[in-house]
Structures are given as structure tokens and as C-alpha cells.
């Protein structure tokens, strides 16, 4: 009886969990095949500077286009996606996407700013994730300072990759680095002084409480002095009203991201917002 096999005894047997081990399964066969099957795109969302809200970057964020359950978000696969090691294939397909995607709209003559791409602790693992970018970045012409790689604070309990080695040689080549998700991890003071991080990103739940708490607003104040005794410029992320932007504003944060500013862009969008700037600006 599953009751006797101990700490574990409501996990293995529940019928519950078992529809989710089948349903998850699903989800790794099908994702297995998108990548292939060309379902999976990216959209990009604009991160702007706080004091004037012009475009200082761009967040690529990965959508799935599933031919049955249409339109995916991360939150309903990246866990299979991290879980099964298909993160691997995957971020190579995102890193090869953003780069091919620049050096597109350079030949359309169309400069975007930097674009941030999310990278999984697990694509660290191999060791290779510096080589990678830097292939795609020379394969497809583009610059160095064109592409900023974000990652999280859950890295930084991952003790198995030489990472600081590795997140130095990003930076040596002109990779820019942003520590996203901030506040929500784990956050070690001694880490935040050794990674070489040129943004920290403050999480959008501190953001989302800072107009009716008080300690939300002195940990965002504090974080932000913090960050910039250390060098690196701030972003507040999940900015939706004005409100927040005046007292992220009044926080000391250097850029802001969220839907008071653009959801994520299509391609089509984004040719429109920059292709239209870039012809304002000659
Ligand atoms: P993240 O990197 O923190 O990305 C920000 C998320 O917040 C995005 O959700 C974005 O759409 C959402 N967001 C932005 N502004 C607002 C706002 O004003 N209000 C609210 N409520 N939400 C806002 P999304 O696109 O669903 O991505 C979720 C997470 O999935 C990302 O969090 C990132 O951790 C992961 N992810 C996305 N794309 C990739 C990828 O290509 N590779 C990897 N490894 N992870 C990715
Ligand atoms: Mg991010
Ligand atoms: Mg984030
Ligand atoms: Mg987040």
C-alpha cells in the first residue's frame, strides 16, 4: 500500500500526480517535435529609461505556437523544457533566433537596441554557453554589445559549472549581464559583489506593492543603492501604472519594463516601432 512506503507515500500513487507525470510526458513529446516543426517564436518587450522612456533595450521572450492548444506561454512549458534537458536545444534555438533577428533588420536598415535573452542555470552546464554566443554572434555579423544575457538568482546555487569563469568571459567579449527575477531567490550579498552583472532587475512582486507598502518601497530604495554602489545600473520589472513609475522613478531605478511601456512586440511591431524611428532619426 502506498501508505506504508513513508515521507513520500502521497506522491508516488496519487491518481492526481499521475495525470500530471502523463500530462507533463505529452507535453516533452510534443516539445521534442516544436522545435522542429518551426511552433516555437519569440516576441520582444521594451525596456525603457526611466527618466525619458526612450528605448535603451528589448527582453526576448518565447512564446509556443502549439498546433492543438494554440498559443503557449513559458509558465506552461519551460519547466518540462528545464526538467527533460530540451532547455539545452531549445536556448540554442533562442540564442540563434536573436541574432539572426538583428542582423535581419540590419539589413533592413533597421537598428534595434540590445536584446536580453533569459538563460536557464542548466545551459551553463556543458560549459559552452560563452562559445555558443559568440559563434552566432560572428555566424550572423552582428556586435558583441548587441546581445545582454540575463540570469537568475537560482545560478547561483548551481556549484557544479565554473560559472564565475564563465559569466567573466561573456563580459570580456562585450556581453552585457542582468541578474533577473532579483529579491526572489536567493540572494547572497557575496555573490552580488563577485558576478560581474552590469543590471540587476528587481522583480515585478516588489514592484506591484509599492504603491501601498512602505517596505516594499524601502526595499526597492535599498536594493537600488546597493546596485549602484556596485556599479550596475537598475531595471524595475512589471511597471503598470503611473504610480509605480513615479515612485520607481523616485527609487533611484535607471530603467523600467512592463505593459505601462509595451507588452511584447511580434516582429511585425517591432519593424513598425523601430523601423519608424530610425527613419524619424535620419
Ligand atoms: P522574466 O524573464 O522575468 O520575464 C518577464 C515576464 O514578465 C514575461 O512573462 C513578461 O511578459 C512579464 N511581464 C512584463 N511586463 C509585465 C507587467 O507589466 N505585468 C505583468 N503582470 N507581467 C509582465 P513571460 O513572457 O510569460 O515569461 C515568463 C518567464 O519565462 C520569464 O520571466 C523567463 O524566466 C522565462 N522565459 C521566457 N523566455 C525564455 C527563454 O527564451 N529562455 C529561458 N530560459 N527562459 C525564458
Ligand atoms: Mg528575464
Ligand atoms: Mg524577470
Ligand atoms: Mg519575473
Same mark, same amino acid.
Given at each position: 500500500?502506498?501508505?506504508?512506503?513513508?515521507?513520500?507515500?502521497?506522491?508516488?500513487?496519487?491518481?492526481?500526480?499521475?495525470?500530471?507525470?502523463?500530462?507533463?510526458?505529452?507535453?516533452?513529446?510534443?516539445?521534442?517535435?516544436?522545435?522542429?516543426?518551426?511552433?516555437?517564436?519569440?516576441?520582444?518587450?521594451?525596456?525603457?529609461?526611466?527618466?525619458?522612456?526612450?528605448?535603451?533595450?528589448?527582453?526576448?521572450?518565447?512564446?509556443?505556437?502549439? %498546433? /492543438?492548444?494554440?498559443?503557449?506561454?513559458?509558465?506552461?512549458?519551460?519547466? /518540462?523544457?528545464?526538467?527533460?534537458?530540451?532547455?539545452?536545444?531549445?536556448g540554442q534555438w533562442v540564442i540563434d533566433a536573436v541574432c539572426r533577428q538583428i542582423?535581419?533588420?540590419?539589413?533592413?536598415?533597421?537598428?534595434? %537596441?540590445?536584446?536580453?535573452?533569459?538563460?536557464?542555470?542548466?545551459?551553463?552546464?556543458?560549459?559552452?554557453?560563452?562559445?555558443?554566443?559568440?559563434?552566432?554572434?560572428?555566424?550572423?555579423?552582428?556586435? %558583441?554589445?548587441?546581445?545582454?544575457?540575463?540570469?537568475?538568482?537560482?545560478?547561483?546555487?548551481?556549484?557544479? /559549472?565554473?560559472?564565475?569563469?564563465?559569466?567573466?568571459?561573456?563580459?570580456?567579449?562585450?556581453?552585457?549581464?542582468?541578474?533577473?527575477?532579483?529579491?526572489?531567490?536567493?540572494?547572497?550579498?557575496?555573490?552580488?559583489?563577485?558576478?560581474?552583472?552590469?543590471?540587476?532587475?528587481?522583480?515585478?512582486?516588489? /514592484?506591484?506593492?509599492?504603491?501601498?507598502?512602505?517596505?516594499?518601497?524601502?526595499?526597492?530604495?535599498?536594493?537600488?543603492?546597493?546596485?549602484?554602489?556596485?556599479?550596475?545600473?537598475?531595471?524595475?520589472?512589471?511597471?503598470?501604472?503611473?504610480a509605480q513609475r513615479m515612485l520607481l522613478r523616485a527609487s533611484g531605478c535607471d530603467?523600467?519594463?512592463?505593459?505601462?511601456?509595451?507588452?511584447?512586440?511580434?516582429?511585425?511591431?517591432?519593424?513598425?516601432?523601430?523601423?519608424?524611428?530610425?527613419?524619424?532619426?535620419?
Amino acid at each position: 500500500e502506498a501508505k506504508s512506503s513513508g515521507r513520500n507515500r502521497h506522491c508516488f500513487f496519487s491518481p492526481k500526480l499521475n495525470q500530471i507525470a502523463q500530462f507533463n510526458a505529452g507535453v516533452e513529446a510534443d516539445l521534442r517535435r516544436a522545435i522542429d516543426n518551426d511552433e516555437l517564436f519569440l516576441e520582444y518587450q521594451p525596456i525603457v529609461e526611466a527618466s525619458d522612456a526612450s528605448y535603451t533595450g528589448l527582453e526576448a521572450l518565447l512564446r509556443w505556437q502549439h %498546433p /492543438v492548444r494554440g498559443r503557449l506561454m513559458p509558465n506552461e512549458f519551460m519547466r /518540462v523544457a528545464n526538467d527533460s534537458g530540451l532547455i539545452d536545444r531549445i536556448g540554442q534555438w533562442v540564442i540563434d533566433a536573436v541574432c539572426r533577428q538583428i542582423s535581419e533588420f540590419k539589413a533592413e536598415g533597421i537598428r534595434l %537596441p540590445h536584446i536580453a535573452i533569459n538563460i536557464s542555470p542548466r545551459q551553463f552546464h556543458a560549459g559552452k554557453l560563452c562559445d555558443e554566443i559568440l559563434g552566432k554572434i560572428a555566424q550572423y555579423g552582428i556586435q %558583441p554589445g548587441q546581445i545582454v544575457v540575463e540570469i537568475t538568482e537560482e545560478l547561483l546555487l548551481d556549484q557544479s /559549472v565554473k560559472l564565475m569563469e564563465q559569466l567573466r568571459s561573456l563580459r570580456r567579449n562585450g556581453i552585457e549581464l542582468s541578474i533577473d527575477d532579483f529579491g526572489t531567490g536567493y540572494s547572497s550579498l557575496q555573490y552580488l559583489r563577485d558576478l560581474p552583472a552590469n543590471r540587476l532587475k528587481i522583480d515585478q512582486t516588489f /514592484v506591484s506593492r509599492i504603491e501601498h507598502s512602505a517596505t516594499d518601497r524601502a526595499i526597492i530604495s535599498t536594493i537600488g543603492h546597493l546596485a549602484h554602489a556596485l556599479g550596475m545600473r537598475v531595471v524595475a520589472e512589471g511597471v503598470e501604472n503611473e504610480a509605480q513609475r513615479m515612485l520607481l522613478r523616485a527609487s533611484g531605478c535607471d530603467e523600467l519594463q512592463g505593459y505601462l511601456f509595451g507588452r511584447s512586440l511580434t516582429v511585425d511591431q517591432l519593424r513598425a516601432t523601430f523601423g519608424q524611428a530610425a527613419a524619424v532619426q535620419q
